[in-house]
């Protein structure tokens, strides 16, 4: 067996290496299986195990004549099998070795994937404790709303993520089936214990129906899956690209010692990491609707899917493996700015207020019309005026007959419209 372990983790589980490594696995179990139903010599198997080796450099060599991948691997195999050779492939569709390889890949990369994820959700349940009673302003089309905190954002993207594990897993599970049925998935030159028996081995089900190829709405909906874990990835990183902006400076990607934001201009701190996970992000989506693109392939089966998949899988995986830890490294380093925060928290001189000044008014008896129309016009008098809001509340007569000054007073509690997060955070199973 070649060494399997020589590259980086995700880029060895789409080498070739890797590949035709697992595929070899596959003919060797097939063959244990033929053996325990009597259909290959049990004297020849451990000769067979033995001897069922390849090079890469030879079934690239091979290939070159053969023009077919698998005709080489399997030649390859053969060339060093001696007389033992025609107990090889017996039965067998390239695709069954391809198909079943190609389920135990993602089953790999999902494994790395999963452990990516969970590193985040780590970090982010460290940070949510800390910030959780860090007040910050919330914010609606862009526009100042009403008070939240920072570990309540981070929340959202904690519990986004926690779907995205729980989706990554249901499709994981999903596309761990394997296919040893032969040339249309009828069994006609096999027994389906003999793939009931390699799937077991390598921890996979068989799929309950295949033609040549298992069908590709179960791979199409692992890429889907991928591209969703790249779109949440793409909305936290836009969130602290908005945060990083000049005038805003609440969250600021790191930014390393001796690192440079621009040729021209030295002062020039730019949110570079969470740009490039913004248009990977892109690259993922647009691969998941070639991965859609794949499922419709003519009568039993034709090879359109394969050259796709054979990019965009691979691709998309190392992507998304690069983007998780590339945002890890975000989240882990990223600078906080506690003056900023509170400056822009305070900046429209209290009209996050307003919601609250418009249901106390309603609580003394105003419609909400009338209540809105005398909240709304106050509003609009204080941010074009630049007066503070709670001054020109208690300055109006109109709102006096309703609200005394100590009421107004209690409207402006910062903590009374924080004073849920707590519950909120134990819903997500943080304190």
């Not at 399997?74 to 060339?79: F, G, S």
């Not at 040893?180 to 028996?197: F, L, N, Q, R």
Request: proline share 3%; with cysteine; glycine share 4%.
């Amino acid at each position: 067996m070649i060494e399997r372990y020589s590259l980086p983790e995700m880029k060895r589980v789409w080498a070739d290496e890797n590949k035709f490594a697992i595929m070899r696995d596959i003919e060797v179990l097939v063959c244990e299986a033929q053996a325990k139903e009597g259909r290959i010599p049990k004297s020849r198997l451990k000769q067979i195990k033995n001897k069922a080796k390849f090079t890469l450099a030879r079934i690239k060599e091979l290939e070159k004549k053969t023009n077919h991948d698998v005709v080489a691997f399997v030649t390859c195999l053969c060339q060093n099998l001696g007389k033992d050779a025609q107990f090889l492939h017996l039965g067998l569709t390239s695709s069954d070795l391809l198909d079943t390889a190609f389920s135990l890949q993602l089953q790999q990369a999902s494994g790395i994937l999963i452990q990516d994820l969970n590193k985040i959700l780590r970090v982010l349940t460290r940070k949510i404790k800390k910030y959780k009673d860090t007040a910050c302003i919330g914010r609606t089309h862009g526009v100042h709303a009403e008070p939240i905190t920072l570990g309540f954002k981070l929340a959202l993207w904690f519990d986004e993520l926690k779907r995205q594990v729980e989706r990554l897993k249901i499709v994981s599970r999903r596309s761990a089936v394997g296919k040893i049925s032969g040339a249309v998935g009828t069994y006609a030159h096999i027994d389906p214990k003999i793939e009931a028996y390699v799937c077991r081995k390598l921890n996979l089900k068989p799929v309950a129906i295949a033609t040549q190829v298992i069908s590709r709405d179960i791979y199409a909906e692992y890429l889907l899956v991928l591209s969703l874990i790249a779109s949440s990835l793409e909305k936290f990183a836009t969130e602290i690209r908005h945060l990083q902006k000049t005038e805003v400076l609440e969250i600021e990607e790191p930014f390393g010692k001796g690192q440079k934001g621009s040729s021209a201009m030295p002062h020039k701190r730019n949110p570079i990491i969470c740009e490039r996970i913004c248009g990977l992000a892109r690259v993922l989506r647009a691969n998941a609707l070639a991965a859609m693109e794949d499922i419709s392939l003519w009568h039993e089966r034709d090879i359109s899917h394969s050259s796709v998949e054979r990019i965009i899988f691979p691709d998309s995986c190392i992507a998304l493996d690069y983007m998780l830890n590339k945002f890890l490294k975000v989240t882990e380093g990223f600078n906080i700015y506690p003056l900023n925060l509170m400056a822009n928290l305070v900046r429209t001189r209290g009209l996050i207020f307003s919601g609250r000044v418009l249901l106390e008014l309603m609580k003394k008896g105003l419609s909400r019309t009338a209540a809105y129309n005398l909240v709304q016009e106050c509003a609009m008098g204080s941010w074009e005026n630049r007066q503070d809001f709670k001054e020109v509340i208690l300055d109006n007569k109109a709102i006096a007959k309703y609200l005394a000054p100590r009421e107004i007073d209690n409207i402006f509690d910062l903590d009374y419209y924080l004073r849920h997060i707590p519950k909120i955070l134990k819903r997500l199973g943080l304190k």
